[in-house]
């Protein structure tokens, strides 16, 4: 009986991993094409102003996750439901506030460079780009619980479906002259589309578990029995 539990896991597993490697198969050359055409339409100058913006808020994202994820999908055994909802709630609300402290800081950010135009067009991306760590957050959980569950295929078509949708949005909106928002406008909308999709694919309800926990009140000793596990 055990072996062939350990067969069936095995495929599962190989299964999963061919699935995954059909989708970067996918959104590898179509990423390829993306950047071919914004290097075509695009100064280096907007480049350079994307990348500043954006690693501000790559760091918001590494401190607001702190390696939970992470830990959650590694944890060897059943994880409580306690600590599903102590994890998300933890994230959507460091997430939240790092993003209004982003939001507000973003003139103050865009400080370090000299020049003015600059100064304002990073400082307009940071504003823009400020949602993005709740929305990484938003998904983490649904993300979790998709990978514990071994449901490969269905992850693999959210990373297809979310690839190509928000480049053929990059691409649309550099063909409309965005310039370097283009790149801000096509992540949001891929995260906010790739949030939806690991919902709808997860047996966990994310609106369904926040009610309960504001209901019961968030229990902050949940996240310590689990551990804080930073990266």
């Given at each position: 009986?055990?072996?062939?539990?350990?067969?069936?896991?095995?495929?599962?597993?190989?299964?999963?991993?061919?699935?995954?490697?059909?989708?970067?198969?996918?959104?590898?050359?179509?990423?390829?094409?993306?950047?071919?055409?914004?290097?075509?339409?695009?100064?280096?100058?907007?480049?350079?102003?994307?990348?500043?913006?954006?690693?501000?808020?790559?760091?918001?994202?590494?401190?607001?996750?702190?390696?939970?994820?992470?830990?959650?999908?590694?944890?060897?055994?059943?994880?409580?439901?306690?600590?599903?909802?102590?994890?998300?709630?933890?994230?959507?609300?460091?997430?939240?506030?790092?993003?209004?402290?982003?939001?507000?800081?973003?003139?103050?950010?865009?400080?370090?460079?000299?020049?003015?135009?600059t100064r304002?067009?990073?400082?307009?991306?940071?504003?823009?780009?400020?949602?993005?760590?709740?929305?990484?957050?938003?998904?983490?959980?649904?993300?979790?619980?998709?990978?514990?569950?071994?449901?490969?295929?269905?992850?693999?078509?959210?990373?297809?479906?979310?690839?190509?949708?928000?480049?053929?949005?990059?691409?649309?909106?550099?063909?409309?002259?965005?310039?370097?928002m283009s790149?801000?406008?096509?992540?949001?909308?891929?995260?906010?589309?790739?949030?939806?999709?690991?919902?709808?694919?997860?047996?966990?309800?994310?609106?369904?578990?926040?009610?309960?926990?504001?209901?019961?009140?968030?229990?902050?000793?949940?996240?310590?029995?689990?551990?804080?596990?930073?990266?």
């Amino acid at each position: 009986m055990r072996s062939e539990d350990s067969t069936s896991f095995g495929r599962r597993l190989l299964s999963g991993a061919g699935a995954l490697y059909f989708a970067q198969l996918i959104n590898f050359p179509l990423g390829i094409l993306t950047n071919l055409l914004a290097v075509r339409l695009l100064l280096s100058a907007d480049f350079g102003v994307f990348v500043a913006a954006t690693l501000a808020i790559t760091l918001g994202s590494f401190f607001s996750d702190g390696g939970c994820v992470t830990a959650l999908i590694r944890r060897p055994g059943k994880v409580e439901e306690d600590d599903f909802v102590a994890v998300w709630v933890y994230q959507l609300s460091v997430s939240a506030a790092l993003g209004m402290l982003f939001f507000f800081a973003a003139s103050e950010i865009s400080n370090f460079f000299s020049d003015l135009a600059t100064r304002s067009a990073i400082a307009s991306l940071i504003r823009v780009q400020a949602v993005v760590p709740f929305l990484i957050a938003l998904s983490s959980v649904p993300l979790i619980q998709v990978e514990r569950s071994l449901k490969y295929r269905q992850l693999a078509g959210v990373f297809v479906t979310v690839g190509v949708l928000e480049r053929l949005l990059l691409m649309a909106l550099l063909l409309l002259h965005f310039e370097s928002m283009s790149y801000a406008y096509s992540r949001i909308a891929g995260l906010l589309l790739n949030a939806i999709l690991l919902a709808v694919c997860s047996p966990w309800r994310p609106l369904e578990l926040l009610r309960r926990a504001v209901q019961q009140g968030w229990r902050g000793a949940s996240l310590l029995r689990f551990g804080y596990a930073v990266q």
